[in-house]
């Protein structure tokens, strides 16, 4: 089932929530998603916890999407309390087969 904007506010949505593994993959199967915060032990297969900052069905759309909103907020400093880099990976399956580091700089 993948994660879909809901107009019922007391309706789970799990965007900017901690999310463990089991959830990510729930809501967000066969999705690229961009970590917005994690707790990762990287000799472990997937994140103990993520923050999915956001989704998207292929990683060219997800990118795309990053950028964006990156030049949107080039003028305004974001307050991100995460001290990780951010990450995007894609969730099939089993597990996350591919990610990558995504700059901060702008």
Known sequence: MK???TSN???FHPMNHRLSWHIVKEHFQDQWIELADYRWDWEA???TWVVVGDHADDRGKLLSMIS???QQTLEVD???KSENQPVILFVGATHAVS???L???R
């Open 3 to 5: 994660s879909q904007p």
């Open 99 to 101: 990610g990558q580091l």
């Open 9 to 11: 506010p007391t309706e």
């Open 68 to 70: 964006r909103r990156n």
């Open 103 to 105: 700059s901060r700089s």
């Open 45 to 47: 297969p997937y994140p």
């Open 78 to 80: 974001r307050d991100s």
